[in-house]
Each structure stands twice: as C-alpha cells, then as structure tokens.
C-alpha cells in the first residue's frame, strides 16, 4: 500500500526534465514516484490532485514575479509561466485537500507564492550582504549552515538544531505566505525552511535528494515526507 507522490517537472523545447535523485529518494523512502508532465488542463491537474497521496516540488527556473504583484529586476532568470501556472494550481488543490506537500528549492519558493508570499527575484541585488547561495562546491556536499527553529516540525524529523546544507539558488522567500512560518534561517537571514503548523506541509531551500546518501539527516526528511502521504492514503481507504 505504497503512497503516490507526484514530482513535478521542468519543460524543454521537445520534452521534459527532472533529475533521477528526486525519484530514488521517494522510492527509497517507500513511494511510487510518478512524474507529472506541465498540462494547463484544469481538468487533468484536477484528476492528480484527486489521485496523488502526496505532491513533491522541484528545483527548476525563476518564478514570474508576475505572480507576486512584481515587476522583473535585473537578474531575473529564465521563466516559464505554463510551469509556474501548472504547479501554483496543482499545489493549491493537494493543501485544500489536507495532503502532503514537499517543496525543494524553487518547489519551497512555489509553495509560498501559493500561499500568497512573495520571493526575491535576485539576492544578488536585492541581498547584496547575502551569503554566496550558489556553491561551487559539487551538488552532494555541503556548504552554508541553517539554523532550525526549536518547536519546528522540520527540526523534529531532522534531529538537529544546525545543519550543513548544500545551495544552488538565487531566489528566495521575501514575505511568508499565508499559513507559513520560517523554521529555518541562513546566517545571513535568508529563509531556508517554511512550513505550516498542521499536516505535513514543508519546503526547504536546499536539496536534499543530492544529500541523503552521504547525510542520515536528510533521508530522514524523505521518509517522513512519504509516512505522511501514506497515513492519507489509508485514511482514504478507510
């Protein structure tokens, strides 16, 4: 009675991508990974939002500050508004239906616009004391530290109070969405983690399907991320 946990994708000219490392996480966590194609059929992102148990954002391009209310700043990078529409609508229907939501990276920044925050277009510019949020390190070390917030669902399934994570963005969270708290923070400030105070609704800034093969810590985030869509999968059932 594994779960269904949806991982979004990103669009290119003649198809789509998404690494392997979010599928083998979920699937060493005990999922059924299934990936979800970009559609703007509302019927059809209906239909997942009904059958999926659990809803996994991924990394990818620049949200459009569209979404927010925003003009684009210098440093904008690339967008794509039919993903953008594709997983603020999809995201939207999984936390009205009280499931599961992990979001990674960009995910974590499309969680809070969906929940009507706003995100920094370019740290760059708009953070220029921010910490060097683009590692040049490989993707499965580790780089800044990120400091949990004690009564945090996120502290709890990680067992730490500080971590080492890696980074590869240049957006972030700015105003919390509706819902949300920060639970965990960079030095520098930057939002790391997000999370809602009921059900199991996360996202966070670094990558931990990079990590969780070298770091205990973050397989951890994975399994309960997956337990958590399967205790909605038999409550369905019941």
């Known amino acids: 009675m594994n779960p269904l946990i949806g991982i979004t994708c990103g669009q290119e000219q003649e198809g789509y991508s998404v690494t392997r490392y979010y599928s083998e996480a979920i699937q060493r966590a005990g999922g059924i990974p299934v990936l979800l194609p970009v559609t703007g059929e509302q019927i ?3 239909a997942y939002a009904n059958k999926l ?39 939207k229907l999984l936390l009205v239906n009280g499931k599961p939501v992990l979001g990674i990276c960009r995910g974590m920044q499309v969680l809070n616009v969906a929940c009507g925050g706003t995100i920094y277009q370019d740290l760059v510019r708009q953070l220029p004391e921010s910490l060097e949020h683009r590692q040049r390190a490989p993707k499965n070390r580790v780089s800044h530290q990120v400091v949990l917030d004690s009564s945090s669902l996120l502290r709890g399934v990680l067992k730490t109070s500080a971590l080492r994570v890696n980074s590869f963005h240049h957006q972030a969270v700015k105003d919390l969405g509706q819902g949300l708290k920060a639970v965990a923070k960079a030095s520098d400030g930057v939002i790391e983690g997000v999370e809602k105070e009921t059900g199991f609704v996360l996202g966070v800034q670094w990558h931990p399907e990079r990590l969780w093969q070298d770091y205990e810590e973050q397989g951890r985030l994975f399994a309960a991320f997956v337990k958590a869509a399967l205790r909605i999968k038999k409550e369905s059932c019941s």
């Open 44 to 46: 059809l992102i209906e």
């Open 53 to 91: 148990d659990g809803l996994l954002l991924t990394g990818g391009d620049d949200l459009d500050p569209v979404l927010f209310g925003e003009e684009p700043l210098r440093g904008l990078g690339p967008v794509d508004p039919d993903r953008d529409h594709f997983e603020l609508e999809l995201c």
